[in-house]
């Protein structure tokens, strides 16, 4: 007989916060960078594996840049690597 088995993934996302404390604007590219690519990587491998359960967990200093980004993403926002491109 087989045995059932268990496991529970937690996927923690935390980045240091890269604005800088004068102006707010991102000094290091590296929250847009993971942003586009390494957590939708995440969730498409969720989407290969509908049967799996994870929990996520977003750090508020995390979550905090992205919306700063989100929000500023048109004329390159919050990342001065966007702006002197």
Same mark, same amino acid.
């Given at each position: 007989?087989?045995?059932?088995?268990?496991?529970?993934?937690?996927?923690?996302?935390?980045?240091?916060?890269?604005?800088?404390?004068?102006?707010?604007?991102?000094?290091?590219?590296?929250?847009? #960078?993971?942003?586009?690519?390494?957590?939708?990587?995440?969730?498409?491998? #969720?989407?290969?594996?509908?049967?799996?359960?994870?929990?996520?967990?977003?750090?508020?200093?995390?979550?905090?840049?992205?919306?700063?980004?989100?929000?500023?993403?048109?004329?390159?926002?919050?990342?001065?690597?966007?702006?002197?491109?």
């Amino acid at each position: 007989m087989a045995a059932h088995l268990n496991v529970a993934f937690l996927w923690h996302f935390h980045q240091p916060d890269y604005r800088h404390p004068e102006d707010g604007i991102a000094t290091l590219p590296w929250v847009r #960078l993971h942003a586009v690519r390494g957590y939708t990587d995440m969730v498409a491998m #969720l989407e290969e594996q509908p049967r799996a359960r994870v929990t996520l967990n977003w750090t508020p200093v995390l979550l905090r840049q992205l919306e700063a980004l989100i929000q500023g993403w048109g004329g390159a926002g919050d990342d001065r690597l966007l702006r002197i491109c």
